[in-house]
Nanobody, 117 residues
Framework: QVQLLESGGGLVQPGGSLRLSCAAS????????MSWYRRRPGKERELVAG???????NSANSVKGRFTISRDNAKNTVYLQMNSLKPEDTAVYYC???????????WGQGTQVTVSS
């Protein structure tokens, strides 16, 4: 089992920044992917960005150039630096951990990000 603890959400004005963190603990297989998803009001959950344990990243076109995903393998923690936030970034953001050993997906509880003036 893997537990995920998210932090860093909140209310921010358009153009502002926030950094989300997600710390994984438990039985962590060394080969994994950590990702951020979001569910915007009235929409399906979507991938925001992901990063593998060897540092390869991908991100949604809607956040390229504004959001940066990174990780600290020593701390089993993934970060999402969100800059130039827009009202349409308002969503519940979920941390995801995919364990390639057990082929198992784990989800965090979600953290609310609200972009509003």
């Amino acid at each position: 089992q893997v537990q995920l603890l998210e932090s860093g959400g909140g209310l921010v004005q358009p153009g502002g920044s926030l950094r989300l963190s997600c710390a994984a603990s438990g039985n962590i297989f060394s080969i994994n992917t950590m990702s951020w998803y979001r569910r915007r009001p009235g929409k399906e959950r979507e991938l925001v960005a992901g990063i593998t344990s060897d540092g390869r990243t991908n991100s949604a076109n809607s956040v390229k150039g504004r959001f940066t995903i990174s990780r600290d393998n020593a701390k089993n923690t993934v970060y999402l630096q969100m800059n130039s936030l827009k009202p349409e970034d308002t969503a519940v953001y979920y941390c995801n951990f995919f364990d390639y050993g057990a082929r198992q997906n784990y989800w965090g509880q979600g953290t609310q990000v609200t972009v509003s003036s």
